[in-house]
């Protein structure tokens, strides 16, 4: 069964830093694109980043790029997403997604705020 | 960036109603487009890939159709467990972008 399951949220001041990562079990971790998707509080969905299978390529959303960085380990089957210079409007529940298999974690609140 | 249109932003029907939902992409996507089913405090629920794929599991009153820039969800006997907010998605290139959502209720 493909599982995907995210950790490392929490409360982080303006300004601060957060890493999240997500651990996938049950497919070829190695043989798949893996994205991260958010969603603010009462808000739809926003896609953020995606990594190649090989993490050779990586793609952001504009609001995040330079900011914000994916990278995934495929000897531990794991993806994570480095998030600096955070914003009041980070604020949201991170989804880790393997968009080819169809698959989304339960997600992970982020919360940025004084 | 592709946007992506959907409508209506909310609707109310019956049990056994049939029920379209419409997503219009700014411009052609082909047929890369997926649909999502999401309920209050849960992860989206992924129902139809390349507009009209149907995702195991999925039951078969949900149908998707479309291509270029304009694409429909249809829910033909609409069922309580429907209730939900959906979304489209198009992954035709990067930035990937989704529809701001529809949310279903029933009457």
């Known amino acids: 069964e493909v599982q995907l399951l995210e950790s490392g949220g929490g409360l982080v001041q303006p300004g601060g830093s957060l890493r999240l990562s997500c651990a996938a079990s049950?497919?070829?971790?190695?043989?798949?694109?893996m994205s991260w998707v958010r969603q603010a509080p009462g808000k739809g969905l926003e896609w953020v980043s995606t990594?190649?299978?090989?993490?050779?390529?990586?793609y952001y959303a504009d609001s995040v790029k330079g900011r914000f960085t994916i990278s995934r380990d495929n000897s531990k089957d794991s993806v994570s997403l480095q998030m600096n210079s955070l914003r009041a409007e980070d604020t949201a529940v991170y989804y880790c997604?393997?968009?080819?298999?169809?698959?989304w974690g339960q997600g992970t609140l982020v919360t940025a705020s004084s | 960036d592709i946007q992506m249109t959907q409508s209506p932003s909310t609707l109310s029907a019956s049990v056994g109603d049939r029920v379209t939902i419409t997503c219009r992409a700014s411009?052609?996507?082909?047929?890369?487009l997926a649909w999502y089913q999401q309920k209050p405090g849960k992860a989206p629920k992924f129902l139809i890939y390349?507009?009209?794929s149907l995702e195991s599991g999925v039951p078969s009153r949900f149908s998707g159709s479309g291509s270029g820039t304009e694409f429909t969800l249809t829910i033909s006997s609409l069922k309580p467990d429907d209730s939900a907010t959906y979304y489209c998605?198009?992954?035709?290139?990067?930035?990937?972008?989704f529809g701001q959502g529809t949310k279903v209720e029933i009457k």
């Open positions: 997604a393997n968009m080819d298999l169809a698959r």
């Open positions: 049950g497919f070829t971790f190695s043989s798949y694109a």
């Open positions: 990594i190649s299978s090989s993490g050779g390529s990586t």
């Open positions: 411009q052609s996507i082909s047929s890369w």
């Open positions: 390349q507009a009209s």
């Open positions: 998605q198009h992954y035709n290139s990067y930035p990937w972008t």
